[in-house]
């Protein structure tokens, strides 16, 4: 298996124990390590290249990430660990759900 699939698979995951839906215009990639931290992986400004021109919008990536010097088009949600992104897809749950029964959720994630 691709190690860069990892956060991906993890995402995956967490999303269906929460019941939270994954932003459609995202892509997530990096190796997930023992200990839960969130390593960079090969070609990463080439993984957020291809992923901008197939219209991805966003990318959940390790904070350790660096692009190169080329300008790419795409936001980057850093993510440190695993722990991160449990919080911020469980956020988007409570949002979610908070938001059918019509109370405001400010939880201070933005998306």
Known sequence: MEPAADLAAAA???????GANLPREAVYFGEIGLSGSVRAV???????KESAKLGFARAFAPQSLRAGGESINIAMQPIDNVAALVALIAASAVER???RAGAPVHSGVTN
């Open 12 to 18: 995956a995951l967490i999303s269906s124990l929460t």
């Open 42 to 48: 090969g070609h990463a400004g080439l993984r957020l």
């Open 97 to 99: 759900k908070a938001g």
